[in-house]
């Protein structure tokens, strides 16, 4: 194969938005998209030489995935080394538990499927993920397997075949990631089905290269590489993580890549610019620097919280490019070396690498994260823990899932009240518990992790603590017949507002067959009425517990144990406001006579912790920067008062 220098820029054109998106300059909004060019570049390479072998009729599957073990694991698995010990000294447990899980994910390349599971109700921030960005691998290596299977299959059968497989398999892919993109947009993103057009269209390119010379018109290439490059910057400026992706706006980035490859040829403007030393130096390293950023940014998010400034991040931008030319110079060229490094060794060395990880993984697993490893992690454990329920009470009928079924309160009593709703009605139930039981009272808990409590909304799959759950389904049934076996006098209903109204999650109202990309306000509400005016139809009033406002638990922990002062990480706690949407959901609502419990209202500072300078963080009210603790869960019930409300026959 040729080599072509402005494929290594167009590299550098694809990482650098990247690494300055994961860095959080607001200019580089759409620097996501550096990924969908690198699908193009890697399908238009990876098909050329797999058809260069086929025609020559010596391709071999073997030589093939010796080539991809050559070229992705060694720096990989370096990086991967590389992450260990600052995991170790500087993770809480929960997130060195994440990291392992992402060990093993990595090492299995499902670390997409990982992600995307992951990147639900219960998921950090996914800038505190050393290596989240491995997703994008894990795609194209499930690429890799399935495409020379593919071909080896078909290729007897014709190249016009294979082509029309190919654009069928096109055409799916690109329509089920634009019908995804607003009904589904969390696996959308991630997985192979809805992103494997883009590395069709450098199948493409590839193939019409195959069969045909390069455009002979001067003035075409110069014009169309020129849009093609165009179409790449716009995307990178003017795209946001609001843009619906994957999606047809990925056409712009993908499309511009493809004409890039196909008319940045010799003498065009845009050929020059992207085969200057410099920048062909960049996409040289290019993978390895994709691989060394997010690590880079993440640890030092977590050792230096709030003081990672402008200057900082772009020091570790550059820090990122600088240890890249390391990686690339002394692990990925002496790898690629078949005198140095034969067939035997570069099999043996991914086997037991890979063997490696996932053990290293299943460790970190197996022990939780290791929270006892020292004094200062294992009191930051407990006090970000939520207690099993044998602790709290005997009267749970069961758990599966995310879900919590439990009597709270006095279980002697019949039932006569429910809470129902996600992990954010959860969180409540020690406090309703703890008072509950003083007044002789009990109440049965629903709560659903991830789901909300509607009737007749599907948000699709939730996937919680490994369980696969679709909302629809638990709210339509066991909400119901709860409902229809008990006399039940009220119904709380407490729901996360992201899960309302984030718009990467899907939501669509069944009975009105709306969905949030026709106005996903016009459907909570509807579907939330409709909801309430079925449970007073079998008797219940309905009151709505207020959600509370996200914390910064997480990074206050953080704070403390790095800093040790306490007062110097309070600017870490600061409120964060609610969504607007939800704000006016909730005033629309008392306005139209429905009854809305207030959990915070009129506090000026919601006090996260309530110890004074001489405590030792014994009373955290959050166990992370959504859920409350113990200690909490007990405040609020007592300061809001929820509790004492008293049946009455106000509601509308």
């Known amino acids: 194969m040729k080599y072509r220098a402005e494929i290594d820029g167009l590299r550098a054109l694809a990482v650098l938005p990247v690494i300055l998106y994961h860095a959080g300059f607001e200019w580089f909004g759409g620097g996501f998209v550096g990924v969908d060019v690198f699908f193009v570049i890697s399908g238009y390479l990876i098909t050329t030489i797999i058809f260069s072998e086929m025609t020559e009729g010596n391709f071999s ?38 990291f392992g899980e992402s060990i093993v994910a990595v090492s299995t390349f499902v670390s997409n499927i990982f992600f995307w599971r992951e990147s639900g109700y219960f998921a950090n921030a996914s800038e505190l993920k050393p290596l989240i960005h491995t997703w994008s691998l894990a795609v194209e290596e499930q690429f890799y397997i399935l495409f020379p299977l593919f071909l080896m299959i078909f290729w007897r059968l014709g190249i016009k075949l294979v082509m029309l497989i190919l654009v069928f398999i096109f055409l799916i892919s690109l329509s089920l990631a634009e019908w995804a993109s607003t009904k589904y947009p969390s696996p959308n993103f991630f997985l192979l089905p809805t992103r494997g057009w883009e590395l069709l269209i450098g199948v493409f ?40 992706f994957p999606s047809l706006y990925a056409l712009i980035p993908t499309f511009g890549t493809g004409l890039l ?8 403007l845009v050929h020059k610019f992207l085969s200057i030393k410099p920048i062909v130096g960049m996409g040289l390293v290019s993978y390895s ?32 490019i600088i240890i890249a030319w390391f990686s690339w110079r002394y692990v990925e060229r002496p790898f690629r070396n078949k005198a140095k490094i034969t067939r035997r060794s570069i099999f043996q060395f991914s086997i037991l690498g890979t063997l490696f990880f996932i053990l290293v993984g299943a460790l970190i697993i197996h022990n939780e994260g290791f929270k006892n ?4 992690v294992n009191q930051l454990s407990i006090k970000l823990e939520w207690p099993a329920e044998g602790n709290i009470s005997n ?43 003083q007044k002789g009272e009990n109440l049965l808990m629903l709560g659903a992790g991830g789901c909300p409590p509607l009737i007749d909304v599907d948000m699709g799959f939730h996937h919680e603590h490994g369980v696969k759950l679709k909302c629809f389904d638990r709210m339509n049934s066991l909400y119901k017949n709860t409902l229809n076996n008990n006399n039940i006098s009220r119904v709380y209903l407490s729901f996360a507002q992201h899960t309302l109204f984030d718009m990467s999650l899907s939501f669509i109202d069944v009975q009105n067959e709306i969905n949030f990309s026709d106005d996903r306000y016009k459907s909570v509400k509807a579907a939330l009425i409709r909801t309430i005016n079925y449970f007073k139809s079998v008797g219940s009033e309905v009151v709505i517990i207020e959600d509370l406002p996200d ?19 309070l600017q870490k706690l600061a409120l964060e406001e609610s969504t607007k949407q939800y704000d006016l959901l909730l005033t629309e609502l008392e306005s139209e006579g429905y009854k809305v419990m207030r959990t915070h209202k009129g506090l000026k500072y919601f006090p996260y912790t309530n110890f004074s300078d001489n405590d030792d963080m014994n009373n955290f009210l959050y166990r ?18 929820i509790s004492n409300l008293k049946v009455n026959s106000e509601l509308k």
């Open 551 to 569: 914390s910064n638990i997480e990074e206050y922990a953080s704070c403390i144990f790095w800093r040790g002062d306490k007062k110097s990480c």
């Open 624 to 641: 992370d920067n959504t859920h409350l603790s113990k200690e909490g869960s007990i405040y609020v019930i007592e300061s809001s008062k």
């Open 289 to 320: 620097a994709y691989l060394w950023h997010q690590p880079l940014l993440a640890f030092a998010r977590y050792r230096f919280t709030d003081q990672l400034s402008d200057i900082l991040l772009l020091f570790l931008c550059g820090l990122s």
């Open 261 to 268: 490859i196909l008319t940045a040829v010799q003498s065009t």
């Open 395 to 437: 009267g749970c009928i069961s758990k599966f899932g995310g879900d919590q079924y439990c009597v709270v309160g006095d279980v002697t009593q019949p039932i006569s009240m429910l809470l129902i709703g996600d992990s954010h009605a959860n969180h409540f139930f020690i406090g309703l518990d703890n008072s509950l039981k």
């Open 61 to 98: 599957i073997v030589n093939f995935y010796e080539r991809r073990a050559r070229r992705i694991l060694p720096a990989l698995f370096f990086v991967m080394a590389a992450c260990l010990p600052f995991a170790w000294a500087w993770m809480l447990p929960q997130n060195l538990l994440d």
């Open 205 to 244: 390119i590839s193939i019409y290269l195959k069969h045909n010379s390069y455009f002979k018109s001067h003035a075409a290439n110069q014009i169309l590489s020129l849009l093609g490059f165009t179409m790449i910057v716009y995307s990178i400026f003017y795209f946001q993580k609001s843009t619906p």
């Open 373 to 376: 490893r020292n004094y200062e």
